[in-house]
């Protein structure tokens, strides 16, 4: 297989069945199962300082002109994600603004910032709608190589959404149709360093579910080893007893 030899890509989807692309390694899963870091050619990624547990500002952007991404396994062509919401009568704020929520949720979670920006070149996660359509939605991650076994920095991570897939805005008991915000917590899982722990049980599992909206056990778990605990749940532990 040819590889870039600056970044890789991570075959990440989000389906009933998902395929991994031979290049990753063996991904490390926690001794309960219930989360399991991504590991990317024999070493784990994460964003900011390579510690485990040490924090990370993110800016992410949504694209906003089509573009091709050389190198990438997943997400190579991206367009605009006005391409989805024409499809799916959902309005531009609306995709904003359950993307916004989307990164909240992991905010929320771990020592873990991310800031919107207009300008793509500014960003580290782009996202938008794919360009030649497949699957549900996917994860590029590219890390920086580096010259010792430590983890690596994530330089760049690209989510698309399929367009000509159904979606929708909240769960309705339909698991045939995605909701866009679970849909983009589980993709911004794969863009910060998580893999899949299993079938099901976890946000970051690869089996669409409706059966919980907040991030699970092993969720809190993995982000957490990552990025460490959130400054805004430390101190909301902190004024509680
Ligand atoms: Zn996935």
Redesign the pocket.
Known sequence: MTRNAVSVGAA???AFI?IFVAGIAAASISSDGSFRLLKLDGHHVKWGDSALGAGATVRYAFIDAPRRFDGARNCQDLVPMDHLALRHGISQATLQAETAAAFRVWEAAANITFVPVDDVERADILIGAQGRPTGRAFANVEYQPGSNDGVRAIERALICLNPYQPWKVGFDGDIGVYDIRYTLV??IG?AIGLD?PGPSGQVMS?RYSEKFSDLQPGDYRGVQLLYGVSMNSMAADSTSD
Do not use: I, K, L
């Open positions: 990440m989807c989000f998902c589980h993709e794969h899949h690869f």
